[in-house]
Protein backbone atom coordinates (compact mmCIF):
# COMPACT_ATOMS: atom_id res chain seq x y z
CA UNK A 1 0.00 0.00 0.00
CA UNK A 2 1.42 2.99 -1.26
CA UNK A 3 0.35 6.38 0.77
CA UNK A 4 1.12 9.85 0.34
CA UNK A 5 1.49 11.56 4.10
CA UNK A 6 2.27 14.60 3.11
CA UNK A 7 -1.03 15.30 1.61
CA UNK A 8 -2.26 14.03 4.72
CA UNK A 9 -0.73 16.62 7.41
CA UNK A 10 -3.02 19.79 7.98
CA UNK A 11 -2.23 22.66 6.23
CA UNK A 12 -0.47 24.45 8.23
CA UNK A 13 2.22 21.60 9.03
CA UNK A 14 2.99 20.89 5.41
CA UNK A 15 4.09 24.92 5.07
CA UNK A 16 6.72 24.95 7.91
CA UNK A 17 10.18 24.85 7.84
CA UNK A 18 11.92 23.21 10.69
CA UNK A 19 13.42 24.97 12.94
CA UNK A 20 17.47 25.29 12.44
CA UNK A 21 19.57 24.78 15.80
CA UNK A 22 23.18 25.74 16.37
CA UNK A 23 25.73 23.46 15.09
CA UNK A 24 26.27 21.08 17.88
CA UNK A 25 30.20 20.54 18.64
CA UNK A 26 30.28 16.74 18.48
CA UNK A 27 28.99 17.30 14.50
CA UNK A 28 32.06 19.35 13.99
CA UNK A 29 34.13 17.14 15.83
CA UNK A 30 33.13 14.63 13.97
CA UNK A 31 33.32 16.54 10.16
CA UNK A 32 36.96 18.41 10.70
CA UNK A 33 38.64 16.17 13.16
CA UNK A 34 39.00 18.85 15.49
CA UNK A 35 39.10 18.39 19.20
CA UNK A 36 38.93 21.58 20.30
CA UNK A 37 35.65 23.08 19.93
CA UNK A 38 34.26 26.28 21.10
CA UNK A 39 30.53 27.24 20.21
CA UNK A 40 29.38 30.49 20.83
CA UNK A 41 26.10 29.65 18.41
CA UNK A 42 23.06 28.77 21.32
CA UNK A 43 23.05 31.60 24.01
CA UNK A 44 23.87 28.84 26.46
CA UNK A 45 24.63 29.85 29.87
CA UNK A 46 29.28 28.98 29.68
CA UNK A 47 29.31 28.89 33.59
CA UNK A 48 27.97 24.99 33.42
CA UNK A 49 25.30 24.38 35.07
CA UNK A 50 24.53 25.83 38.88
CA UNK A 51 26.15 23.58 41.61
CA UNK A 52 23.01 23.80 43.77
CA UNK A 53 20.58 22.83 40.09
CA UNK A 54 23.06 19.90 39.62
CA UNK A 55 22.56 18.36 43.03
CA UNK A 56 19.37 19.07 43.53
CA UNK A 57 18.90 17.36 39.57
CA UNK A 58 21.02 14.44 40.46
CA UNK A 59 18.81 13.52 43.72
CA UNK A 60 15.40 13.66 41.73
CA UNK A 61 16.98 10.86 40.00
CA UNK A 62 16.00 8.77 42.22
CA UNK A 63 12.50 9.48 41.30
CA UNK A 64 12.71 8.93 37.61
CA UNK A 65 10.31 5.83 37.79
CA UNK A 66 7.61 8.48 38.66
CA UNK A 67 5.62 10.85 36.97
CA UNK A 68 6.16 14.48 37.68
CA UNK A 69 3.93 16.34 39.69
CA UNK A 70 1.99 17.34 37.25
CA UNK A 71 0.64 20.87 39.16
CA UNK A 72 4.53 21.99 39.69
CA UNK A 73 3.12 22.69 43.34
CA UNK A 74 6.82 23.35 44.82
CA UNK A 75 8.42 25.74 42.15
CA UNK A 76 4.61 27.91 41.34
CA UNK A 77 4.83 28.39 45.16
CA UNK A 78 8.57 29.65 44.82
CA UNK A 79 8.32 31.41 41.90
CA UNK A 80 4.56 33.12 43.26
CA UNK A 81 6.75 34.41 46.20
CA UNK A 82 9.41 35.62 44.42
CA UNK A 83 7.67 37.91 41.74
CA UNK A 84 4.86 38.75 44.07
CA UNK A 85 1.58 37.04 41.80
CA UNK A 86 -0.29 34.15 42.83
CA UNK A 87 0.02 30.34 41.74
CA UNK A 88 -2.90 30.39 39.53
CA UNK A 89 -1.29 32.71 37.03
CA UNK A 90 1.53 30.34 36.14
CA UNK A 91 1.89 27.80 33.10
CA UNK A 92 4.72 25.54 33.05
CA UNK A 93 6.46 24.53 30.03
CA UNK A 94 9.18 22.06 28.53
CA UNK A 95 10.91 25.57 28.02
CA UNK A 96 9.15 28.25 27.44
CA UNK A 97 9.07 27.45 23.64
CA UNK A 98 6.09 24.88 25.42
CA UNK A 99 4.17 27.86 26.53
CA UNK A 100 4.76 29.82 23.14
CA UNK A 101 3.21 26.91 21.54
CA UNK A 102 0.48 26.61 23.98
CA UNK A 103 -0.57 30.07 23.42
CA UNK A 104 -0.88 29.45 19.67
CA UNK A 105 -3.07 26.61 20.22
CA UNK A 106 -5.34 28.26 22.92
CA UNK A 107 -5.69 31.10 21.07
CA UNK A 108 -4.74 30.55 17.65
CA UNK A 109 -6.40 28.57 14.35
CA UNK A 110 -7.38 28.49 11.01
CA UNK A 111 -9.07 31.96 10.85
CA UNK A 112 -7.37 33.79 12.74
CA UNK A 113 -3.82 35.96 12.86
CA UNK A 114 -1.19 36.44 14.77
CA UNK A 115 1.32 39.94 14.67
CA UNK A 116 5.04 39.79 15.00
CA UNK A 117 7.82 41.73 13.58
CA UNK A 118 10.50 40.98 10.45
CA UNK A 119 13.80 39.15 12.63
CA UNK A 120 11.84 38.04 15.50
CA UNK A 121 12.30 35.47 17.15
CA UNK A 122 11.72 32.11 14.69
CA UNK A 123 9.50 30.14 17.15
CA UNK A 124 6.72 32.72 16.32
CA UNK A 125 6.36 32.08 12.85
CA UNK A 126 6.51 28.62 13.64
CA UNK A 127 3.69 28.52 16.40
CA UNK A 128 1.64 29.86 14.14
CA UNK A 129 1.91 28.60 11.01
CA UNK A 130 0.98 25.11 12.88
CA UNK A 131 -1.96 25.73 14.19
CA UNK A 132 -2.99 27.01 10.48
CA UNK A 133 -2.95 30.87 11.42
CA UNK A 134 -2.37 33.70 9.36
CA UNK A 135 1.07 35.41 9.98
CA UNK A 136 1.19 39.48 9.98
CA UNK A 137 4.70 40.31 9.35
CA UNK A 138 5.72 43.91 10.60
CA UNK A 139 9.00 45.88 8.78
CA UNK A 140 11.37 46.33 11.19
CA UNK A 141 12.77 49.23 12.00
CA UNK A 142 16.60 49.85 13.14
CA UNK A 143 16.56 45.66 13.31
CA UNK A 144 14.11 45.99 15.98
CA UNK A 145 10.10 45.91 16.75
CA UNK A 146 8.39 49.06 15.28
CA UNK A 147 5.64 49.29 17.49
CA UNK A 148 3.97 51.42 15.51
CA UNK A 149 3.51 49.52 12.25
CA UNK A 150 2.86 46.30 14.68
CA UNK A 151 -0.18 48.21 16.56
CA UNK A 152 -1.57 49.79 13.15
CA UNK A 153 -1.30 45.47 11.75
CA UNK A 154 -3.88 44.29 14.19
CA UNK A 155 -6.81 42.97 12.39
CA UNK A 156 -10.32 42.03 13.22
CA UNK A 157 -8.99 38.92 13.49
CA UNK A 158 -5.73 38.72 15.30
CA UNK A 159 -6.07 37.30 18.41
CA UNK A 160 -2.55 37.47 19.51
CA UNK A 161 0.95 39.96 19.30
CA UNK A 162 4.44 38.33 19.91
CA UNK A 163 6.85 40.74 21.22
CA UNK A 164 10.47 39.38 22.11
CA UNK A 165 12.24 41.93 24.88
CA UNK A 166 14.88 41.96 23.98
CA UNK A 167 14.58 40.18 20.75
CA UNK A 168 16.82 36.79 19.41
CA UNK A 169 18.67 37.05 17.24
CA UNK A 170 18.91 41.34 17.28
CA UNK A 171 19.59 42.17 21.00
CA UNK A 172 17.95 45.36 20.77
CA UNK A 173 14.99 46.07 23.35
CA UNK A 174 12.13 48.10 23.52
CA UNK A 175 11.99 50.23 26.29
CA UNK A 176 8.93 51.44 29.25
CA UNK A 177 7.61 54.76 27.57
CA UNK A 178 7.25 52.42 24.17
CA UNK A 179 6.32 49.50 25.40
CA UNK A 180 3.11 51.51 27.70
CA UNK A 181 2.17 53.29 24.98
CA UNK A 182 2.02 50.39 22.51
CA UNK A 183 -0.06 48.64 24.98
CA UNK A 184 -2.56 51.16 25.03
CA UNK A 185 -3.71 51.01 21.56
CA UNK A 186 -4.07 47.18 21.48
CA UNK A 187 -7.55 45.82 21.14
CA UNK A 188 -8.90 43.63 23.76
CA UNK A 189 -9.84 40.79 21.39
CA UNK A 190 -5.84 40.81 21.40
CA UNK A 191 -3.26 38.73 23.69
CA UNK A 192 0.18 40.26 23.75
CA UNK A 193 2.59 38.04 24.70
CA UNK A 194 5.74 39.78 25.62
CA UNK A 195 8.63 36.83 25.86
CA UNK A 196 11.57 37.92 28.48
CA UNK A 197 13.58 35.24 27.84
CA UNK A 198 16.60 37.18 28.36
CA UNK A 199 15.26 39.65 31.09
CA UNK A 200 17.76 38.73 33.55
CA UNK A 201 20.56 40.16 31.24
CA UNK A 202 18.90 43.46 30.53
CA UNK A 203 20.46 45.81 32.59
CA UNK A 204 19.09 49.14 31.25
CA UNK A 205 17.27 51.86 33.43
CA UNK A 206 14.51 51.82 31.21
CA UNK A 207 13.95 47.90 31.00
CA UNK A 208 10.86 47.57 31.65
CA UNK A 209 9.08 44.32 33.37
CA UNK A 210 6.46 42.91 31.63
CA UNK A 211 4.53 41.73 34.89
CA UNK A 212 4.34 45.57 36.08
CA UNK A 213 1.48 45.77 32.92
CA UNK A 214 0.34 42.53 33.51
CA UNK A 215 -2.24 44.52 36.15
CA UNK A 216 -3.36 46.56 34.00
CA UNK A 217 -3.82 44.75 31.14
CA UNK A 218 -5.19 41.05 31.51
CA UNK A 219 -4.59 40.29 28.01
CA UNK A 220 -1.12 39.96 28.46
CA UNK A 221 1.42 36.93 28.65
CA UNK A 222 4.81 37.34 29.91
CA UNK A 223 7.34 34.07 29.03
CA UNK A 224 10.34 33.02 31.04
CA UNK A 225 12.82 30.99 31.03
CA UNK A 226 15.48 28.47 33.10
CA UNK A 227 17.34 28.14 29.99
CA UNK A 228 19.45 30.89 29.24
CA UNK A 229 20.58 33.10 32.98
CA UNK A 230 19.71 30.18 34.87
CA UNK A 231 21.84 28.07 33.05
CA UNK A 232 19.59 24.99 32.39
CA UNK A 233 18.79 24.82 28.61
CA UNK A 234 19.44 20.80 28.56
CA UNK A 235 16.17 20.06 31.22
CA UNK A 236 13.90 22.10 29.12
CA UNK A 237 11.36 24.61 31.72
CA UNK A 238 10.43 28.04 31.39
CA UNK A 239 7.12 29.23 32.30
CA UNK A 240 4.42 31.86 31.18
CA UNK A 241 2.50 34.08 33.64
CA UNK A 242 -0.85 36.04 32.81
CA UNK A 243 -4.00 35.93 35.06
CA UNK A 244 -5.92 33.02 36.54
CA UNK A 245 -8.36 32.70 33.84
CA UNK A 246 -5.58 32.82 30.53
CA UNK A 247 -3.37 30.22 32.64
CA UNK A 248 -6.46 28.02 32.99
CA UNK A 249 -6.91 28.10 29.08
CA UNK A 250 -3.23 27.55 28.71
CA UNK A 251 -2.95 24.81 31.51
CA UNK A 252 -6.17 23.20 29.22
CA UNK A 253 -3.80 22.39 26.09
CA UNK A 254 -0.41 21.71 28.35
CA UNK A 255 0.19 17.72 28.22
CA UNK A 256 -0.22 17.30 31.85
CA UNK A 257 3.61 15.98 32.58
CA UNK A 258 5.33 18.43 30.34
CA UNK A 259 8.26 19.16 32.98
CA UNK A 260 10.31 16.55 33.76
CA UNK A 261 11.15 15.30 37.25
CA UNK A 262 14.78 16.49 37.35
CA UNK A 263 13.61 19.81 35.83
CA UNK A 264 11.42 20.92 38.18
CA UNK A 265 13.83 20.13 41.00
CA UNK A 266 16.55 21.90 39.40
CA UNK A 267 14.51 25.19 38.96
CA UNK A 268 13.01 24.99 42.07
CA UNK A 269 16.98 24.38 43.55
CA UNK A 270 18.20 27.33 41.16
CA UNK A 271 16.30 29.90 42.50
CA UNK A 272 18.07 29.96 45.73
CA UNK A 273 21.51 30.51 43.57
CA UNK A 274 22.09 34.12 44.27
CA UNK A 275 25.44 33.41 43.60
CA UNK A 276 25.32 31.83 40.31
CA UNK A 277 23.04 34.20 38.46
CA UNK A 278 24.91 37.28 39.72
CA UNK A 279 28.02 35.27 38.05
CA UNK A 280 26.03 34.45 35.15
CA UNK A 281 25.09 38.31 35.09
CA UNK A 282 29.17 39.55 35.53
CA UNK A 283 30.47 37.38 33.30
CA UNK A 284 28.08 38.27 30.50
CA UNK A 285 28.89 41.58 31.05
CA UNK A 286 32.59 41.35 31.01
CA UNK A 287 32.20 39.09 27.60
CA UNK A 288 30.01 41.48 26.37
CA UNK A 289 32.30 44.41 26.55
CA UNK A 290 34.77 42.16 24.95
CA UNK A 291 33.25 40.86 21.68
CA UNK A 292 32.15 44.44 21.01
CA UNK A 293 35.48 45.97 21.70
CA UNK A 294 36.86 43.27 19.74
CA UNK A 295 34.29 43.70 17.06
CA UNK A 296 34.91 47.53 16.92
CA UNK A 297 38.72 46.87 16.54
CA UNK A 298 37.80 44.89 13.54
CA UNK A 299 36.10 47.36 12.16
CA UNK A 300 32.63 45.32 12.07
CA UNK A 301 29.64 47.20 12.99
CA UNK A 302 27.21 45.26 15.99
CA UNK A 303 23.54 45.69 16.37
CA UNK A 304 23.86 47.00 20.54
CA UNK A 305 22.43 44.11 22.61
CA UNK A 306 20.83 42.91 25.94
CA UNK A 307 20.99 39.73 25.60
CA UNK A 308 24.06 37.09 25.85
CA UNK A 309 24.58 37.43 22.54
CA UNK A 310 25.43 39.56 20.01
CA UNK A 311 24.87 40.04 16.51
CA UNK A 312 27.06 41.44 13.80
CA UNK A 313 27.41 42.77 10.58
CA UNK A 314 29.54 41.54 7.38
CA UNK A 315 30.32 43.44 4.22
CA UNK A 316 28.88 40.85 1.93
CA UNK A 317 26.93 37.39 2.70
CA UNK A 318 28.04 35.83 6.24
CA UNK A 319 28.30 32.68 5.18
CA UNK A 320 31.65 31.95 3.73
CA UNK A 321 33.07 33.65 7.62
CA UNK A 322 30.73 31.20 9.25
CA UNK A 323 32.18 28.38 7.30
CA UNK A 324 35.49 29.24 7.79
CA UNK A 325 35.28 30.03 11.79
CA UNK A 326 34.03 26.56 11.10
CA UNK A 327 37.28 25.35 9.96
CA UNK A 328 38.89 27.01 13.31
CA UNK A 329 37.01 25.36 15.58
CA UNK A 330 34.51 28.06 16.10
CA UNK A 331 30.65 27.67 15.72
CA UNK A 332 28.64 30.84 15.96
CA UNK A 333 25.09 31.15 14.39
CA UNK A 334 24.18 32.33 10.55
CA UNK A 335 20.72 34.10 10.50
CA UNK A 336 20.13 34.32 6.98
CA UNK A 337 16.46 32.65 8.11
CA UNK A 338 15.79 35.42 10.07
CA UNK A 339 15.89 37.54 6.95
CA UNK A 340 20.06 39.03 8.02
CA UNK A 341 22.25 37.31 5.32
CA UNK A 342 24.83 39.37 6.10
CA UNK A 343 24.80 39.13 10.05
CA UNK A 344 26.15 36.25 12.05
CA UNK A 345 25.52 36.31 15.77
CA UNK A 346 27.74 34.80 18.75
CA UNK A 347 26.77 34.21 22.46
CA UNK A 348 28.70 35.69 25.04
CA UNK A 349 31.49 33.19 26.48
CA UNK A 350 34.17 33.15 28.93
CA UNK A 351 36.69 35.34 28.21
CA UNK A 352 39.39 32.40 26.52
CA UNK A 353 36.07 31.34 24.85
CA UNK A 354 35.54 34.72 23.49
CA UNK A 355 39.21 35.52 22.89
CA UNK A 356 39.33 32.39 20.49
CA UNK A 357 36.25 33.90 18.38
CA UNK A 358 38.02 37.03 18.26
CA UNK A 359 41.24 36.07 17.00
CA UNK A 360 39.17 33.27 15.01
CA UNK A 361 37.58 35.84 13.16
CA UNK A 362 40.54 38.26 12.44
CA UNK A 363 41.95 35.24 10.93
CA UNK A 364 39.19 34.21 8.74
CA UNK A 365 38.85 38.00 7.63
CA UNK A 366 42.10 38.62 6.44
CA UNK A 367 42.75 36.28 3.99
C1 LIG B 1 15.96 30.97 23.98
C2 LIG B 1 14.67 31.72 23.76
C3 LIG B 1 13.45 31.27 24.29
C4 LIG B 1 13.22 30.07 25.05
O1 LIG B 1 13.86 29.02 25.10
P1 LIG B 1 13.44 27.79 26.01
O2 LIG B 1 14.71 27.07 26.16
O3 LIG B 1 12.40 27.03 25.24
O4 LIG B 1 12.88 28.33 27.29
C5 LIG B 1 12.32 32.05 24.11
N1 LIG B 1 12.38 33.19 23.46
C6 LIG B 1 13.51 33.66 22.96
C7 LIG B 1 13.49 34.98 22.28
C8 LIG B 1 14.69 32.92 23.07
O5 LIG B 1 15.80 33.37 22.50
Redesign the pocket.
Known amino acids: MSCDVFALANAGVRGLQPYQPGKPIEELQRELGLSDVVKLA ?2 ENPLGPSPLALVAAERALKQLHLYPDASGFELKKKLAAKLGVTELQFTL ?8 DLIARAFLGPDCSAVFSQH ?2 I ?1 YPIAVQAVGARAIVTPAKNWGHDLDAMAAAIEVDTRVVFI ?1 N ?4 TGNYLNQNELTAFLAKVPDHVMVVL ?4 IEFAGADDFPDGLDFLKTYPNMIV ?6 AYGL ?1 GL ?3 YGISTPETADLLNRVRAPFNVSVPALAAAVAVLDDVDYLQRSQQVNRDGMQQICRGLEALGLAYIPSL ?1 NFVAFELSSDAMPIYQALLREGVIVRPIGVYQMPRHLRVSIGLEHENQRFLAALKKVLSV
Not at 166 to 169: D, E, K, L, V, W
Not at 223 to 228: A, N
Open positions: SNGNGSNDVLAFVAPNNPDEAYTRTFSKARIGG
